[in-house]
């Protein structure tokens, strides 16, 4: 048995098209290899995709605040790369998470992969960019891009189709992606950049590539790179020969191909290096503990600590969420919501 067995086991008994089923897959467990899985032949994966964008960007577009989200951190920063400055220059009022670095400038706290997405935009449109729209799309994307993965690990139809539907609709990824602010777009690119990786990983694509996507993912969100060890996990066929423990173990180490992959994440972990050191005269992700200290009332206890755990688990899976008495009635709490009301589905 291979190593993706206790993910994609070789034989379950369970109806066909239920989450249970799911058919053999030597292709996948013989050796110790990583092959690519065998796609249905015809236009099948093409249209259904598509068809998954449509309705996913029409809902996402028609369901959303209306317009470009006033919390559009990115468009200044994305028109700050073309014109060769990482600082922002013309601040709408709205823009106030902001800190300030080398000369007094003014700096986006988050990472920029997202300002990058919106590069082709804001050259057309300048400042008026809408980055509402670009996550909207992004956001569709998402959606057809869970159902490529599922078609790597399941051969129903009905399978793929109903857990891209449940991602796109039945995850608080609608709500993000089709509001669009800094904080949500950063969530979506992020999760754009992680799926593909893993799409690439189920394809068989070159280690760089999948450890360049990684990276991508880890440049819109820096705790994206906890996702690390499931990576070197799924990939260790093509980076640790087999063969039992002993002393000289480090021999079965392909020091290229790991070399490879490390050289993809490390891309942007560089990149990210050099952009904190051009702002602030450091390597380090310092943006957040600015911000942290000019509001104590949020961060009570610093960045981090751990009494501020038994308060995230609450919201987690207790928070309900905020009633009133005039339209639209009910809204989510800022503090977030319980996974089992945003997806009910995981209860079942």
Same mark, same amino acid.
């Given at each position: 048995?291979?190593?993706?067995?206790?993910?994609?086991?070789?034989?379950?008994? !369970?109806?066909?098209?239920?989450?249970?089923?799911?058919?053999?897959?030597?292709?996948?467990?013989?050796?110790?290899?990583?092959?690519?899985?065998?796609?249905?032949?015809?236009?099948?994966?093409?249209?259904?995709?598509?068809?998954?964008?449509?309705?996913?960007?029409?809902?996402?577009?028609?369901?959303?605040?209306?317009?470009?989200?006033?919390?559009?951190?990115?468009?200044?920063?994305?028109?700050?790369?073309?014109?060769? &400055?990482?600082? $922002?220059?013309?601040?709408?009022?709205?823009?106030?998470?902001?800190?300030?670095?080398?000369?007094?400038?003014?700096?986006?706290?988050?990472?920029?992969?997202?300002?990058?997405?919106?590069?082709?935009?804001?050259?057309?449109?300048?400042?008026?960019?809408?980055?509402?729209?670009?996550?909207?799309?992004?956001?569709?994307?998402?959606?057809?891009?869970?159902?490529?993965?599922? &078609?790597?690990?399941?051969?129903?139809?009905?399978?793929?189709?109903?857990? !891209?539907?449940?991602?796109?609709?039945?995850?608080?990824?609608?709500?993000? !992606?089709?509001?669009?602010?800094?904080?949500?777009?950063?969530?979506?690119?992020?999760?754009?950049?992680?799926?593909?990786?893993?799409?690439?990983?189920?394809?068989?694509?070159?280690?760089?590539?999948?450890?360049?996507?990684?990276?991508?993912?880890?440049?819109?969100?820096?705790?994206?790179?906890?996702?690390?060890?499931?990576?070197? $996990?799924?990939?260790?066929?093509?980076?640790?020969?087999?063969?039992?423990?002993?002393?000289?173990?480090?021999?079965?180490?392909?020091? &290229?191909?790991?070399?490879?992959?490390?050289?993809?994440?490390?891309?942007?972990?560089? !990149?990210?290096?050099?952009?904190?050191?051009?702002?602030?005269?450091?390597?380090?992700?310092?943006?957040?503990?600015?911000?942290?200290?000019?509001?104590?009332?949020?961060?009570?206890?610093?960045?981090?600590?751990?009494?501020?755990?038994?308060?995230?688990?609450?919201?987690?899976?207790?928070?309900?969420?905020?009633?009133?008495?005039?339209?639209?009635?009910?809204?989510?709490?800022?503090?977030?919501?319980?996974?089992?009301?945003?997806?009910?589905?995981?209860?079942?």
């Amino acid at each position: 048995m291979g190593y993706l067995s206790p993910i994609l086991p070789t034989r379950r008994a !369970a109806p066909k098209g239920s989450l249970a089923y799911e058919p053999a897959r030597a292709s996948v467990l013989e050796a110790g290899q990583l092959k690519s899985l065998p796609l249905p032949k015809g236009y099948f994966a093409p249209i259904a995709a598509f068809v998954l964008f449509s309705l996913t960007f029409v809902a996402y577009y028609f369901s959303g605040q209306g317009g470009a989200t006033p919390f559009d951190y990115f468009v200044p920063l994305a028109d700050g790369f073309l014109h060769g &400055r990482l600082s $922002i220059v013309h601040p709408s009022p709205l823009l106030d998470e902001l800190v300030p670095g080398r000369g007094g400038a003014l700096y986006v706290i988050y990472p920029p992969m997202p300002a990058v997405l919106l590069l082709p935009q804001v050259a057309i449109s300048g400042l008026k960019a809408n980055q509402t729209l670009t996550s909207v799309f992004l956001g569709s994307l998402n959606t057809s891009l869970v159902f490529l993965v599922m &078609r790597r690990l399941s051969d129903s139809r009905r399978l793929q189709l109903w857990i !891209a539907l449940l991602f796109g609709f039945g995850t608080i990824h609608w709500y993000l !992606a089709s509001l669009g602010p800094a904080w949500y777009l950063a969530d979506v690119v992020s999760f754009l950049f992680l799926t593909l990786a893993i799409y690439a990983t189920l394809c068989n694509r070159s280690l760089f590539l999948i450890g360049l996507l990684l990276g991508a993912s880890y440049w819109a969100r820096l705790p994206t790179i906890l996702s690390l060890p499931f990576f070197m $996990i799924m990939l260790s066929p093509r980076w640790l020969r087999t063969g039992p423990v002993t002393r000289s173990s480090i021999r079965k180490v392909h020091f &290229r191909s790991l070399g490879a992959f490390a050289a993809g994440v490390g891309v942007f972990v560089a !990149a990210n290096l050099l952009y904190n050191y051009l702002r602030f005269g450091t390597p380090r992700d310092i943006a957040y503990s600015i911000q942290a200290r000019r509001e104590p009332d949020i961060y009570p206890a610093g960045l981090f600590d751990l009494s501020y755990i038994p308060k995230h688990l609450y919201v987690f899976f207790l928070k309900t969420p905020v009633f009133r008495d005039h339209p639209p009635y009910v809204m989510p709490s800022m503090a977030g919501l319980s996974i089992f009301i945003t997806t009910p589905a995981f209860l079942y």
